[in-house]
Nanobody
Framework: VQLQASGGGLVQTGGSLRLSCAASGSIFSFNTMSWHRQAPGKQRELVAT???????NYADSVKGRFTISRDNLKNTVYLQMNSLKPEDTGVYYC???????????WGQGTQVTVSS
């Protein structure tokens, strides 16, 4: 399984971006899909998770601003990011987990830069 993240870019404070994570195969079998980010000099952190049943969880820092969603027909997970702040800057990675096989898959990352 390959995950291809896209949609990053440079945006001003208060702007919006939508990230996409396209899987090479069906995402039906993934128990969870999530977005993570890593800022320069910091550890990678969890941003948002969506389960196969559609349950969503968010980091406190992005609640009310970010929305994670999945389109099973397009085998794609999205992260809609609104009201962006400079502290949202980092490389964003998507991740998929399949519990039955213990499979954990990461995308290659897409850069998000929010200017002040």
């Amino acid at each position: 399984v390959q995950l291809q993240a896209s949609g990053g870019g440079l945006v001003q404070t208060g702007g919006s971006l939508r990230l996409s994570c396209a899987a090479s195969g069906s995402i039906f079998s993934f128990n969870t899909m999530s977005w993570h980010r890593q800022a320069p000099g910091k550890q990678r952190e969890l941003v948002a998770t969506i389960t196969s049943g559609g349950n969503r969880n968010y980091a406190d820092s992005v609640k009310g601003r970010f929305t994670i969603s999945r389109d099973n027909l397009k085998n794609t997970v999205y992260l809609q990011m609104n009201s962006l702040k400079p502290e949202d800057t980092g490389v964003y990675y998507c991740k998929a987990v399949r519990i039955s096989t213990g499979g954990v898959y990461w995308g290659q990352g897409t850069q998000v830069t929010v200017s002040s």
